[in-house]
């Protein structure tokens, strides 16, 4: 209870004012009880000498102690106390008590002893019973001659009860005041604590992220200075918040959507960023690699060398390295430093060159590929040329034979050039199609008649099943008849002697497939995932004429159509080629 502010003021403040008002009580009361004794001395001490002028003329004719008894018993009913008549040695003369001559002589008692000696003496002792009683004894004197002493007892209970109703009232009055104190004390540290405990709930909710609210506080004092100072503390913090929230999702997008890998770590070289490209590099989850050192994340002992010499030497590093098991990706790395507040942070950058190296790769063999198909037969041109020029054209037989042979190889530049373009074009995106309605059956029929005379010069059996019913399609026509009399041609290429050929047309829900079937010499597993590369060529022994652009094309075509081209086929067994189409949607 006594962490609130608001009970320390009023326990301080109840506290200082009890206090002080239990000092002034006691100070009063001890006055009172001091102005009572003094009053009661007083009273008494006129009551001893009225005592010893009266008891005077008995002491000076010598009167008996029954009379004397009798004065004394007489005086002390009036004035209600004990009443004594000594002599002038302390001997008891008359008590109103009955106290006889024999008793004990009062000469050594402090206030008779005074008494005796001429003047007033007072004494405060307990009585018999316990109580304090006190005594003043004056002097009896007949001019400047004692000739005994008077004395006068009371019980200071009498003075007690007295003073019991005096005493009480004070006591009320302080207890009242006292309570008063505490409400009033309760009262001001609630003024006081209230806007205070108000502007305190409000910090801590601004603690918990809560800054959109606003204190009001009815004091226009220090408090209220107080609550309009924490306001404007609480809306600059958040625009600074907002803007650093801001800046940090911008940053986490950039993050999050980077195809690069990035790493941070301290000067430990423990990792404390991390986006999610790392982890398709590193693999794992991104987050769980905070915490953890680069070299456990990286487990590549070539990557974590340019981060050390980062962090050693405080200078950027980069690198290109081959990481991963059977299926090597090529990774370039970039550690940049980053210094701050005294210390040295690694900023790791990881580009994932693995496709750049494919790239360049199929470049180099594209330009070794085209290098190699363009030398045959200008070779052969140059070497027919050499030989006409050499005395070839004297026999015009020999002369017509070079000349027709070399039209063939000329012929073969002009194709494999034609499809270098056809190829480029389509891969640029700048094929020309004309897409239309096109009942796919006759586009099929025109392909297969086309290669009818060829496969029937080689000894092939060429059969077409088509589905019955229109099967619409939406292509180029011209285009997808140039796909089916591809892989007819690639089918009679490589069917030895009485093979079969069966191309299929058929409906399979919402797409259209065409199959071209052979009983060819078909294709190792280990060539399937490259024949519609570039140039590839099953078994260059037995390649034939062509250039190994033919699939490259058709793959093309039919993707820019909108389809898929797959086939399945293996070593000795022939081959079946694929290609699914989308039907053309009616109404």
Known sequence: MFRSIQWRIAFFYTALIVGSMSLVTVYLLNLVWQNHLTTFRTQMAGEARLIATSSLPLLERGASSQDIDALADRLAGRI????????????????????????????????????????????????????????????????????GAARVALPLTQVEESLREIIATIVLAAIILVLLTVLLAVYIARRIAGPIGVVTQSVRRMAQGDLDQKIYVPSSGEVGELAKSVNEVAASFKRTIDAINLERSKMEVVLQDMADGLLMTDRRGVVILANPAAARIFGGDARSYVGKTFIEVARDYELNRPLLQCLEKGEQQTRDVDVGGLEKRHVRIIVTPIRHAGSTYALALFQDVTELRRLENVRREFVANVSHELRTPIASVKALVESLQEGGLEDQAVARDFLARAAGEVDKLTSMVDELLDLSRLESGQHGLQMEPT???EAVREAA????????????????????????????KRRMTEVVANL?????????????????VQPGGDSVEVTVADTGMGIASQDLPYIFQRFYKVDRSRAGGGVGL??????????????????????????????????????
């Open 488 to 504: 007819v041609d690639n089918a009679v290429k490589f069917t030895p002697e009485g093979g079969r050929i069966q191309v299929s």
């Open 80 to 147: 209600g106390a004990h009443v004594t008549v000594m002599g002038p040695y302390g001997d008891i003369l008359g008590d109103s008590e009955g106290m006889s001559v024999q008793s004990v002589n009062q000469s050594a008692k402090p206030e008779v002893s005074v008494a005796l000696n001429g003047g007033l003496g007072v004494d405060t002792r307990a009585g018999l019973d316990g109580a304090q009683v006190m005594l003043v004894a004056a002097p009896i004197q007949q001019n400047d001659r004692v000739l």
């Open 439 to 441: 009942d796919l059956g």
């Open 550 to 587: 033919g699939l490259a094309i058709t793959r093309h075509i039919v993707q820019t159509l909108g389809g898929t081209v797959r086939v399945e086929s293996a070593l000795g067994k022939g081959s079946i080629f694929t290609v699914t189409l989308p039907l053309a949607k009616t109404g």
């Open 449 to 476: 008649r086309r290669l009818e005379p060829q496969a029937a010069r080689k000894g092939l059996t060429l059969t077409v099943n088509i589905a019955p019913g229109p099967l619409t399609v939406m292509v180029d």
